[in-house]
Each structure stands twice: as structure tokens, then as C-alpha cells.
Nanobody
Framework: QVQLVESGGGLVQPGGSLRLSCAGSGFTFSMYGMSWYRQAPGKERELVGTITTAGSSVNYADSVKGRFSISRDNAKNTVTLQMNNLKSEDTAKYYC?????????WGQGTQVTVSS
């Protein structure tokens, strides 16, 4: 079955960096675009960014442009979210996301807390 497993969250000070990873299994990883979402307490889940199958194109939410970077390694079935210059408003649970047809799959999420 499809599985998405995130890792790499934690507590970081404002201005710091974190790198999140998502490992996919149970599907042909290289055939699907992958996305990262986040959800802060009391807010709706929002799209952070999406990377195409070969990684040739990435789209980002305006709120993270210039600070976050998404990449993928199809040989290792992983997608990575590099987060730099983190701000307190980036505090959220971050989720890896996959859509296959009409079905959507989510990882369990990893918490990112930006605080001094």
C-alpha cells in the first residue's frame, strides 16, 4: 500500500534552517508529482510547494518563495523540503502529499516549531 513517511522536524530558532524528508513506498515514485503541505494550529492546511516527476519544475507558495526549496531523488524514492531563514509563522505540522487519480495520500506529518 502507499506509504509516505516524513522525518526531520524539530525546534529551531528564527533565521535557522531545517531539512525535511519524505520517503515514499508502495507506488512508482518517479511517475508522480509530490507536494508538501503544512497546517498551523487553528488554520487550514495549505500548500507549500509541488515538484514535478523529474524535478524539473517546482512551484512554491508566495509565503515561502526564496526561503524554501523542494527537491527529489527518484533513485531513493525521497522528496526533500529545505527550509531556510525560518520565521515564527512557519511553525506548523508539515505533510508530504501524493495524488494518484482522485485519491490523495498523506504522511503522518512532522512538527516544525520556530521559536527563540
Amino acid at each position: 500500500q502507499v506509504q509516505l513517511v516524513e522525518s526531520g522536524g524539530g525546534l529551531v530558532q528564527p533565521g535557522g534552517s531545517l531539512r525535511l524528508s519524505c520517503a515514499g513506498s508502495g507506488f512508482t515514485f518517479s511517475m508522480y508529482g509530490m507536494s508538501w503541505y503544512r497546517q498551523a494550529p487553528g488554520k487550514e492546511r495549505e500548500l507549500v510547494g509541488t515538484i514535478t516527476t523529474a524535478g524539473s519544475s517546482v512551484n512554491y507558495a508566495d509565503s515561502v518563495k526564496g526561503r524554501f526549496s523542494i527537491s527529489r531523488d527518484n533513485a531513493k524514492n525521497t522528496v526533500t523540503l529545505q527550509m531556510n531563514n525560518l520565521k515564527s509563522e512557519d511553525t506548523a505540522k508539515y505533510y508530504c502529499h501524493l495524488r494518484i487519480g482522485i485519491r490523495r495520500y498523506w504522511g503522518q506529518g512532522t512538527q516544525v516549531t520556530v521559536s527563540s
